[in-house]
Protein backbone atom coordinates (compact mmCIF):
# COMPACT_ATOMS: atom_id res chain seq x y z
CA UNK A 1 0.00 0.00 0.00
CA UNK A 2 2.66 2.34 0.98
CA UNK A 3 4.68 1.21 -1.79
CA UNK A 4 1.68 2.33 -4.44
CA UNK A 5 1.47 5.43 -2.87
CA UNK A 6 5.16 6.34 -3.54
CA UNK A 7 4.88 5.02 -7.34
CA UNK A 8 1.89 7.32 -7.99
CA UNK A 9 3.50 10.43 -6.05
CA UNK A 10 6.38 9.57 -8.71
CA UNK A 11 4.61 9.04 -11.57
CA UNK A 12 3.14 12.92 -11.23
CA UNK A 13 6.61 14.37 -10.77
CA UNK A 14 8.07 13.41 -13.92
CA UNK A 15 5.28 13.88 -16.72
CA UNK A 16 4.48 17.33 -16.33
CA UNK A 17 4.45 18.65 -19.99
CA UNK A 18 0.94 20.72 -20.13
CA UNK A 19 0.97 20.18 -24.04
CA UNK A 20 2.00 17.97 -26.89
CA UNK A 21 3.31 20.00 -29.86
CA UNK A 22 6.84 18.95 -30.81
CA UNK A 23 8.73 15.75 -29.87
CA UNK A 24 11.30 18.65 -29.10
CA UNK A 25 9.62 19.54 -25.74
CA UNK A 26 10.02 16.12 -25.17
CA UNK A 27 13.33 14.40 -22.67
CA UNK A 28 14.06 11.13 -22.85
CA UNK A 29 12.66 10.17 -19.53
CA UNK A 30 9.30 11.96 -20.97
CA UNK A 31 9.39 9.50 -23.89
CA UNK A 32 10.06 6.17 -21.28
CA UNK A 33 7.25 7.28 -19.40
CA UNK A 34 4.75 7.63 -22.03
CA UNK A 35 5.67 4.10 -23.33
CA UNK A 36 5.46 2.21 -20.34
CA UNK A 37 2.03 3.85 -19.28
CA UNK A 38 0.96 2.21 -23.16
CA UNK A 39 2.47 -0.71 -21.75
CA UNK A 40 0.15 -0.66 -18.58
CA UNK A 41 -2.83 0.58 -20.64
CA UNK A 42 -3.39 -2.11 -23.30
CA UNK A 43 -5.48 -4.61 -22.48
CA UNK A 44 -7.50 -1.59 -21.77
CA UNK A 45 -7.45 -0.53 -25.74
CA UNK A 46 -7.92 -4.33 -26.58
CA UNK A 47 -10.92 -4.15 -24.07
CA UNK A 48 -9.90 -6.87 -21.91
CA UNK A 49 -10.04 -4.27 -19.24
CA UNK A 50 -12.31 -1.50 -18.26
CA UNK A 51 -10.90 2.01 -17.04
CA UNK A 52 -13.02 4.99 -16.47
CA UNK A 53 -10.21 7.05 -15.66
CA UNK A 54 -11.03 10.29 -17.73
CA UNK A 55 -15.06 9.46 -17.03
CA UNK A 56 -16.95 13.01 -17.56
CA UNK A 57 -13.96 14.24 -19.76
CA UNK A 58 -14.22 15.40 -22.90
CA UNK A 59 -11.30 15.57 -26.09
CA UNK A 60 -11.98 18.13 -28.50
CA UNK A 61 -11.00 17.45 -32.12
CA UNK A 62 -10.45 19.90 -34.56
CA UNK A 63 -8.99 18.04 -37.94
CA UNK A 64 -8.64 20.51 -40.59
CA UNK A 65 -6.82 18.04 -42.44
CA UNK A 66 -8.17 14.87 -43.44
CA UNK A 67 -7.05 11.34 -40.86
CA UNK A 68 -8.19 8.27 -40.60
CA UNK A 69 -5.82 6.25 -37.94
CA UNK A 70 -4.93 9.82 -35.39
CA UNK A 71 -8.56 10.95 -35.40
CA UNK A 72 -10.05 7.35 -34.74
CA UNK A 73 -7.28 5.91 -32.29
CA UNK A 74 -7.55 8.97 -30.41
CA UNK A 75 -11.46 8.82 -30.22
CA UNK A 76 -11.40 5.24 -28.99
CA UNK A 77 -8.59 6.02 -26.47
CA UNK A 78 -10.61 8.90 -24.82
CA UNK A 79 -13.70 6.18 -24.97
CA UNK A 80 -11.75 3.22 -23.93
CA UNK A 81 -10.88 5.49 -20.58
CA UNK A 82 -14.72 6.19 -20.28
CA UNK A 83 -14.52 9.65 -21.52
CA UNK A 84 -15.98 11.05 -24.86
CA UNK A 85 -15.20 13.22 -28.02
CA UNK A 86 -16.40 16.33 -30.08
CA UNK A 87 -15.38 17.89 -33.02
CA UNK A 88 -14.61 18.01 -36.90
CA UNK A 89 -12.88 16.02 -39.40
CA UNK A 90 -12.54 18.39 -42.87
CA UNK A 91 -14.33 22.05 -42.09
CA UNK A 92 -17.55 21.79 -44.37
CA UNK A 93 -19.81 21.40 -42.07
CA UNK A 94 -18.17 23.80 -39.11
CA UNK A 95 -18.48 27.79 -38.94
CA UNK A 96 -14.61 28.01 -40.11
CA UNK A 97 -16.65 27.28 -43.83
CA UNK A 98 -17.95 30.74 -43.12
CA UNK A 99 -14.84 32.30 -42.30
CA UNK A 100 -14.44 31.60 -38.41
CA UNK A 101 -11.05 32.25 -37.60
CA UNK A 102 -8.58 29.73 -35.88
CA UNK A 103 -8.40 31.62 -33.13
CA UNK A 104 -12.11 31.54 -32.03
CA UNK A 105 -12.54 28.33 -33.57
CA UNK A 106 -10.21 27.20 -30.72
CA UNK A 107 -11.69 29.66 -28.19
CA UNK A 108 -14.93 27.67 -28.44
CA UNK A 109 -13.49 24.39 -28.43
CA UNK A 110 -12.37 25.03 -25.04
CA UNK A 111 -15.51 25.77 -23.57
CA UNK A 112 -16.92 22.62 -24.63
CA UNK A 113 -13.74 20.22 -23.74
CA UNK A 114 -10.93 19.15 -21.52
CA UNK A 115 -8.26 18.69 -24.01
CA UNK A 116 -7.88 19.52 -27.06
CA UNK A 117 -6.41 17.99 -30.66
CA UNK A 118 -5.79 19.55 -33.44
CA UNK A 119 -4.65 18.80 -36.96
CA UNK A 120 -3.96 22.12 -39.57
CA UNK A 121 -1.98 22.05 -42.75
CA UNK A 122 0.00 25.28 -41.26
CA UNK A 123 3.27 24.75 -39.33
CA UNK A 124 2.76 25.67 -36.14
CA UNK A 125 -0.75 26.04 -35.64
CA UNK A 126 -0.61 23.94 -32.56
CA UNK A 127 1.66 26.26 -31.20
CA UNK A 128 -0.38 29.24 -31.96
CA UNK A 129 -3.28 27.86 -29.98
CA UNK A 130 -1.54 26.65 -26.89
CA UNK A 131 -0.81 30.62 -26.49
CA UNK A 132 -4.25 32.02 -26.98
CA UNK A 133 -6.52 29.15 -24.92
CA UNK A 134 -5.85 27.30 -21.60
CA UNK A 135 -7.00 23.66 -22.08
CA UNK A 136 -3.95 21.32 -22.82
CA UNK A 137 -3.01 21.35 -26.87
CA UNK A 138 -2.30 17.94 -28.91
CA UNK A 139 -0.25 18.76 -32.07
CA UNK A 140 -2.06 15.92 -34.73
CA UNK A 141 -0.04 17.30 -37.38
CA UNK A 142 0.74 20.95 -38.28
CA UNK A 143 1.69 20.85 -42.18
CA UNK A 144 5.38 19.65 -42.53
CA UNK A 145 5.95 20.20 -39.36
CA UNK A 146 5.43 17.81 -36.60
CA UNK A 147 3.98 14.67 -35.85
CA UNK A 148 4.53 14.16 -32.34
CA UNK A 149 2.15 11.63 -31.19
CA UNK A 150 2.74 9.30 -34.03
CA UNK A 151 6.82 9.19 -33.37
CA UNK A 152 5.55 7.80 -29.54
CA UNK A 153 3.77 5.78 -31.49
CA UNK A 154 6.42 4.45 -33.19
CA UNK A 155 8.84 4.61 -30.37
CA UNK A 156 6.42 1.90 -28.92
CA UNK A 157 6.53 -0.58 -31.87
CA UNK A 158 9.78 -0.32 -32.17
CA UNK A 159 10.48 -1.21 -28.64
CA UNK A 160 7.65 -3.67 -28.57
CA UNK A 161 9.15 -5.19 -31.44
CA UNK A 162 12.84 -5.24 -29.94
CA UNK A 163 12.55 -4.57 -26.50
CA UNK A 164 14.99 -1.89 -26.84
CA UNK A 165 15.46 1.24 -28.88
CA UNK A 166 18.95 1.70 -28.49
CA UNK A 167 21.94 0.69 -30.56
CA UNK A 168 19.27 0.49 -33.06
CA UNK A 169 19.85 0.66 -36.81
CA UNK A 170 17.04 2.45 -38.62
CA UNK A 171 16.16 3.70 -42.17
CA UNK A 172 14.14 6.74 -42.70
CA UNK A 173 12.95 6.14 -46.19
CA UNK A 174 10.69 8.44 -49.05
CA UNK A 175 9.95 12.22 -48.80
CA UNK A 176 12.06 13.34 -45.70
CA UNK A 177 11.25 16.89 -47.25
CA UNK A 178 7.90 17.27 -46.56
CA UNK A 179 7.02 14.20 -44.11
CA UNK A 180 6.23 15.28 -40.69
CA UNK A 181 6.58 12.01 -39.21
CA UNK A 182 10.29 11.62 -40.06
CA UNK A 183 10.80 15.00 -38.93
CA UNK A 184 9.81 14.22 -35.34
CA UNK A 185 10.80 10.71 -35.56
CA UNK A 186 14.40 11.77 -36.42
CA UNK A 187 14.26 13.98 -33.29
CA UNK A 188 13.49 11.46 -30.88
CA UNK A 189 15.52 8.55 -32.03
CA UNK A 190 18.32 10.79 -31.69
CA UNK A 191 17.60 10.71 -27.83
CA UNK A 192 18.57 6.94 -28.01
CA UNK A 193 21.39 6.25 -29.43
CA UNK A 194 20.67 4.58 -32.83
CA UNK A 195 22.10 4.70 -36.30
CA UNK A 196 20.10 6.39 -38.87
CA UNK A 197 20.07 6.40 -42.51
CA UNK A 198 18.27 8.92 -44.19
CA UNK A 199 17.44 7.24 -47.83
CA UNK A 200 14.75 9.79 -50.59
CA UNK A 201 15.35 11.23 -53.79
CA UNK A 202 17.56 14.27 -53.83
CA UNK A 203 14.81 16.35 -53.91
CA UNK A 204 13.19 15.21 -50.33
CA UNK A 205 16.01 15.07 -48.38
CA UNK A 206 15.37 16.18 -44.79
CA UNK A 207 15.38 19.62 -43.74
CA UNK A 208 18.54 20.95 -43.15
CA UNK A 209 17.42 22.38 -40.38
CA UNK A 210 16.74 18.81 -38.58
CA UNK A 211 20.62 17.85 -40.27
CA UNK A 212 21.79 20.58 -38.17
CA UNK A 213 19.99 20.37 -34.81
CA UNK A 214 21.01 16.44 -35.23
CA UNK A 215 25.08 16.63 -35.92
CA UNK A 216 24.63 19.53 -33.02
CA UNK A 217 23.49 16.58 -30.65
CA UNK A 218 26.20 14.69 -31.81
CA UNK A 219 23.38 11.88 -33.46
CA UNK A 220 24.93 9.58 -36.01
CA UNK A 221 23.32 9.37 -39.23
CA UNK A 222 23.87 8.91 -43.02
CA UNK A 223 22.01 10.20 -46.46
CA UNK A 224 21.56 8.48 -49.70
CA UNK A 225 19.36 8.22 -52.24
CA UNK A 226 20.07 4.39 -52.94
CA UNK A 227 18.06 1.94 -50.48
CA UNK A 228 20.32 -0.73 -51.60
CA UNK A 229 23.24 0.63 -49.87
CA UNK A 230 21.55 0.39 -46.47
CA UNK A 231 18.90 -2.37 -46.15
CA UNK A 232 21.73 -5.16 -45.15
CA UNK A 233 22.28 -3.22 -42.16
CA UNK A 234 19.25 -2.15 -41.16
CA UNK A 235 16.62 -3.06 -38.33
CA UNK A 236 13.90 -0.49 -38.67
CA UNK A 237 12.91 -0.15 -42.47
CA UNK A 238 10.43 3.24 -41.85
CA UNK A 239 8.76 3.94 -45.21
CA UNK A 240 6.52 6.53 -45.59
CA UNK A 241 4.19 8.40 -48.86
CA UNK A 242 5.51 11.20 -51.05
CA UNK A 243 3.10 13.76 -49.89
CA UNK A 244 1.64 14.80 -53.19
CA UNK A 245 -0.65 17.61 -51.15
CA UNK A 246 2.29 19.61 -49.90
CA UNK A 247 4.06 19.87 -53.56
CA UNK A 248 3.72 23.29 -54.80
CA UNK A 249 3.93 21.71 -58.44
CA UNK A 250 2.35 18.58 -59.26
CA UNK A 251 4.63 18.23 -62.13
CA UNK A 252 7.60 17.66 -59.95
CA UNK A 253 5.40 15.37 -57.60
CA UNK A 254 4.84 13.31 -61.05
CA UNK A 255 8.61 13.01 -61.73
CA UNK A 256 9.09 11.50 -58.23
CA UNK A 257 6.24 9.60 -57.66
CA UNK A 258 7.26 5.85 -56.89
CA UNK A 259 10.62 6.59 -56.67
CA UNK A 260 10.64 3.76 -53.39
CA UNK A 261 8.62 0.40 -53.48
CA UNK A 262 9.46 -2.38 -50.83
CA UNK A 263 8.14 -5.39 -51.77
CA UNK A 264 8.27 -9.03 -50.67
CA UNK A 265 11.79 -10.20 -53.04
CA UNK A 266 13.74 -7.20 -51.87
CA UNK A 267 13.39 -7.51 -48.21
CA UNK A 268 13.46 -11.66 -47.91
CA UNK A 269 15.60 -13.22 -45.98
CA UNK A 270 16.51 -9.85 -44.17
CA UNK A 271 16.57 -9.29 -40.65
CA UNK A 272 14.46 -6.27 -40.08
CA UNK A 273 10.37 -5.29 -39.87
CA UNK A 274 8.90 -2.81 -42.39
CA UNK A 275 7.17 0.20 -40.55
CA UNK A 276 5.03 3.03 -41.84
CA UNK A 277 2.82 5.67 -40.33
CA UNK A 278 0.35 5.00 -43.09
CA UNK A 279 -1.71 5.88 -45.39
CA UNK A 280 0.87 3.72 -48.24
CA UNK A 281 -0.04 4.60 -51.78
CA UNK A 282 2.28 2.65 -53.58
CA UNK A 283 5.28 2.58 -51.54
CA UNK A 284 5.06 -0.81 -49.87
CA UNK A 285 3.40 -3.75 -51.96
CA UNK A 286 0.53 -5.60 -50.97
CA UNK A 287 2.65 -8.61 -51.18
CA UNK A 288 4.50 -7.63 -47.87
CA UNK A 289 1.26 -7.63 -45.83
CA UNK A 290 1.05 -11.26 -45.07
CA UNK A 291 4.45 -11.62 -44.21
CA UNK A 292 6.63 -11.50 -40.76
CA UNK A 293 8.10 -8.09 -41.95
CA UNK A 294 4.92 -6.27 -41.58
CA UNK A 295 4.87 -4.21 -38.44
CA UNK A 296 2.57 -1.14 -40.21
CA UNK A 297 -1.01 -2.74 -39.06
CA UNK A 298 0.19 -3.46 -35.58
CA UNK A 299 1.66 -0.18 -35.54
CA UNK A 300 -1.26 1.81 -36.52
CA UNK A 301 -2.89 0.01 -33.67
CA UNK A 302 -0.52 0.96 -31.16
CA UNK A 303 -1.49 4.55 -31.46
CA UNK A 304 -4.75 3.49 -29.00
CA UNK A 305 -2.52 2.47 -25.99
CA UNK A 306 0.14 5.14 -26.72
CA UNK A 307 -2.56 8.12 -26.85
CA UNK A 308 -4.26 6.61 -24.06
CA UNK A 309 -1.20 7.02 -21.79
CA UNK A 310 -1.02 11.05 -23.28
CA UNK A 311 -4.36 11.83 -22.82
CA UNK A 312 -4.46 10.56 -19.11
CA UNK A 313 -1.35 12.04 -17.98
CA UNK A 314 -2.38 15.31 -19.62
CA UNK A 315 -5.94 15.77 -18.82
CA UNK A 316 -4.95 14.61 -15.58
CA UNK A 317 -2.03 17.48 -14.76
CA UNK A 318 -4.54 19.77 -16.40
N1 LIG B 1 -0.41 8.27 -39.56
C1 LIG B 1 -1.36 9.20 -39.71
O1 LIG B 1 -1.20 10.35 -39.30
O2 LIG B 1 -2.48 8.75 -40.36
P1 LIG B 1 -3.78 9.61 -40.64
O3 LIG B 1 -3.38 10.72 -41.61
O4 LIG B 1 -4.78 8.67 -41.22
O5 LIG B 1 -4.25 10.21 -39.34
Redesign the pocket.
Known sequence: MIKNSIITLRVVKIFNLKNVISIKDFQKKDIEFILNEAENLEKVAKSEEKSEELSGKILGMM?F?????????FESAMKRLGGSCVGFVGTEASSVSKGETLADTSKMFESYSDALVI?HNLEGAAKFISNIVDVPIIN??DGAGQ?PT?TLLDLYTIRRNFDKIKGLNVALVGDLKYGR?VHSLAYALGLFDVEMSFVSPNELKMPKETLHDLKKNNVKFYQTNNLKEVIDNVDVLYVTRIQKERFPDEEEYSKIKGAYCINKSLINGKDLIVMH???RIDEISTDVDNTKYNKYFEQ?FY?VPVRMAILKNIIKNK
Open positions: FEPSTRTHLSRAGHQTPLPAG
